[in-house]
Structures are given as C-alpha cells and as structure tokens.
C-alpha cells in the first residue's frame, strides 16, 4: 500500500484526570521518551503511512513541541472538548489531503509494534473500519459496591484497541453524521453506526493504553533494556609544555614551573573529554565547535568546552552513563591531584565518582611526553539514549 494513500490521526488532546499528576499522561517519561513520542515514532518510522496528523490540547503546545523536536508530521491541530469531536477535527484537517486511508491511533498507547499496524493495514483492502483487538481471558463479573451480583458471558467478546484502520471517506463521513449526537468511546463504532463493514485483527496484549499510574512502569518493564542504545566515543588531545604558563588538568591548577601551549587554558584533559562526548553524537571534533581561530576562547576554561558537548548529547536525550581518563605526563605528577580532578569532574560531569575513572602514567622516558616536552590525555565517554 503506497504510503502516501496512508495518514495516520494521533489524537493527544487529553488531560488524563484519572492519573493525579500534573503532566498530561501522554508526556510522561517512559524509558527516556515521552508517551506520547513513542507513539508516533511507532507510525512514523512505519514504511505504510504518509502523512501524520496530531490533535493536542491547546495548553499543551509546549510540551508537544519539545516531545516531537525533529520528527516530520503535519502542524498540529487543536482538540475540542470531548475526544470525539477531537479525532473531527483532525480527519477534517487531513480531508485536504484526501488520503485514501488513515489509522486512528490513541496518543496514550506508546508500545504498537510494526506487526500490528501491518495487520490493521492488510485488513483494510476488506472492510470500512478494522479494529486491532484482544480477547477476554478473565471471567467477567457484575458488581454493585462490594458484593459480586453476577456473571457475564465472555464469549464474544474482545477488548479494544488502536490504531484503528479506516477508509478515510468511512470514517470522516460517520464522524460528520455524529457529530452532534452522543459519543461512542471510540471511531470504529461510529463506522459501524454509520452502517459500514467493520472487521477486527488479533491485537497484542503489550500494546497497553496508559491510563492508571501502574501502566507506567508496566510499559517500561515490557520496553526492558531493549529501549536504550548505547554509544562509547574516544577522544585524544596532546600540548607542548610551555614554561611559565599555568598547568590546568582536568580542570584543577595544579602548581608547576611549566603549563601547556595553546589557546584556551590548555586543558588537554578536558579537551579529550569534550572529543569524546561529541564522538558518543556523531558532532565532529571541539575544533568544529570553537575553532581556535576564534580570539574569544583565548586563555578560555576549557570547562566550558564540556558543557557545551554535555549540553549537545542532552539535547539528543542522550544520559551520560560514564567516562574513563588517560593521563600521561611525565612530571608533575598527578596522583596527589586526582581526588580534586575527580570532584571537579563530577561537578562538570554531574556524575558519581564511581563513574569517573581517572588514570595517570609517564612515557618511561620515551617519545615528546616521555622527554616532558608534552603532555597527552586520552577519553572515552559512554552515553545512553532512548531508542
Ligand atoms: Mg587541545
């Protein structure tokens, strides 16, 4: 099926009062990712749909804004009152694009797999309206405060869910022809309403809606380490010792007859770091990002080297998980320094000592460190990001 006949509707206009917290559920963090984002990335990185569509809540822009940074949907339209007449003006706005087909996907279900959407998609060439779907395993029971008053037949029954798949023309006419009447909980119902052929396909028990705090956890134990990718990045950096200039290492002065030649304060650890840290984001080298052309990080502390880097794999949503650092000097020496490098990288670095590793050695005499015309340090630092 062409993608372009395809669109998919995300409706997150929500408020999700059942949930007691002051975030909208679907922009809770789930493994790193908003609920919401998993969502659509689950449509967008699927080769069947086109164009995407999102209804959010008018006081949620903000949030939507940074959960959807750098993925290619359509501008967002606002949702109404009630989540019916949401998905209205949503498949209204997407009626421009006439798209032959669209999902109605639930901004709130973060795990749908490819393996569903397949099966929602492939059951459209023979129905209106396809509901992914799963059965009743529990026995039903009626109740009235505490006492059970009886039982219910699950045979025949099935628990919804979405995306629902629809013919474009279905769906947005049953929504026209209700929209002044009582809600149905959900689009395939107005469809049926409306007298269209309805079919449902085998959904999956993990595709859960998050809806009580519980899920939360629940979607994360399903997404498990699985949801992380993880990337480690080498950095290298070597000065020319200069005497009379101050030595500055791992961002701690340290007293010494002689510093390191360069343009910035010299910090070849630091500088090492800051490689590596772009390295884990695929964001070149620190000569990129401050060249030393620049006379404005003349005599600069090279912390702010880090940050920057540190600030760039946030932005990526990337978490810092470790760094290990080479130093090798052959004078002065630095093991007497280390327990300040290391709080002053934990500060830099916000991370606990224990995920600071911090080495010092000399060249045994040989080569430009060996003879102490140099100094050199070596990186590496890892990074976790949602995936
Ligand atoms: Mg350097």
């Not at 006949?5 to 917290?21: E, H, I, Q, Y």
């Not at 474009?168 to 689009?187: C, I, K, N, P, W």
């Not at 695929?282 to 990129?288: H, R, W």
């Amino acid at each position: 099926m062409p993608s372009s006949n395809t669109a998919a509707l995300v409706v997150a206009a929500g408020r999700g009062s059942r949930f007691g917290d002051d975030l909208p559920k679907q922009y809770l963090d789930l493994a790193g990712l908003p609920v919401l984002t998993r969502a659509i990335k689950a449509l967008r990185e699927h080769p069947g749909i086109g164009a995407i569509q999102t209804v959010i809540h008018q006081e949620d822009e903000h949030l939507y804004r940074a959960a959807t940074a750098g993925l290619d949907l359509l501008p967002p339209v606002l949702g109404a009152s009630t989540r019916q007449a949401s998905v209205l003006a949503g498949l209204e706005t997407l009626s421009v694009a006439a798209p032959t087909y669209v999902l109605i996907h639930d901004g709130a279900r973060p795990l749908v797999t490819a393996d569903l959407i397949d099966r929602v998609l492939a059951a459209l060439h023979v129905a209106d309206a396809v509901l992914p779907a799963v059965p009743v395993i529990d026995s039903l029971r009626a109740v009235d405060a505490d006492l059970v008053i009886g039982e219910i037949a699950r045979d025949g029954l099935v628990r919804a869910q979405t995306p629902q798949g629809f013919r474009f023309q279905a769906v947005l006419d049953a929504h026209r022809r209700y929209a002044d009447s009582v809600g149905a909980t959900d689009d395939v119902e107005l469809v049926r309403r409306a007298g269209g052929k309805v079919v449902w396909v085998e959904g999956e028990e993990d595709n859960l809606k998050v809806t009580l705090p519980d899920d939360l956890p629940r979607a994360a134990r399903i997404l498990g380490t699985a949801a992380r990718r993880y990337a480690t990045a080498m950095g290298f950096d070597i000065h020319c010792t200069e005497p009379g200039r101050p030595l500055v290492l791992a961002g701690v002065g340290i007293p010494s007859p002689f510093g390191l030649s360069g343009h910035s304060d010299a910090d070849v650890v630091l500088h090492a770091l800051t490689d590596a840290l772009l390295g884990t984001i695929g964001a070149g080298d620190i000569g990129v990002h401050f060249p030393p052309s620049e006379e404005r990080w003349r005599g600069a502390d090279s912390s702010m080297f880090v940050r920057h880097a540190l600030g760039l794999v946030t932005e990526r949503r990337g978490k810092l998980e470790h760094v290990d650092l080479s130093i090798m000097a052959e004078r002065p020496k630095i093991g007497p320094h280390r327990p300040a490098m290391t709080r002053r990288l934990q500060e830099l670095l916000a991370l606990p000592a224990d995920r600071i590793g911090l080495k010092a050695g000399t060249m045994e005499g040989l080569d430009a460190v060996g003879r102490g015309e140099a100094i050199s340090a070596q990186a590496l630092a890892t990074v976790s990001f949602p995936s």
